[in-house]
Nanobody, 118 residues
């Protein structure tokens, strides 16, 4: 059974930073495509960033490129999401997801709330 557990969300001011984590279990983590996706209040799920299998390639949406950095630790089956220079429009529930690259479908965890406000 695929299990994904996100953590690390919180409240920050614009310009601040947060680091999200995602613990994965129940599947071949090293060989899987993994994404970070988010859902802002009243909005649809949006893809944020993702890895191809084995973490060889990373892709970012234009809205976060240069501010967010994703990484993974295959030995620990962990995903990380370093978010810098946060903006108010980054406020959302953030999920890690197992699925096709740049997809918002597929398995995801319960999410972690990120709130950016002054």
């Amino acid at each position: 059974e695929v299990q994904l557990v996100e953590s690390g969300g919180g409240n920050v001011h614009p310009g601040g930073s947060l680091r999200l984590s995602c613990a994965a279990s129940g599947f071949n983590f090293r060989g899987s495509v993994m994404n970070w996706i988010r859902q802002a209040p009243g909005k649809a799920l949006r893809w944020v960033a993702g890895f191809t299998s084995n973490g060889y390639n990373q892709y970012y949406s234009d809205s976060v490129k240069g501010r967010f950095t994703i990484s993974q630790d295959n030995a620990k089956k962990m995903l990380y999401h370093q978010m810098d220079n946060l903006r108010t429009d980054d406020t959302a529930i953030y999920y890690c997801s197992k699925g096709d690259i740049a997809s918002v479908t597929g398995n995801r965890g319960q999410g972690t709330q990120v709130s950016v406000s002054s």
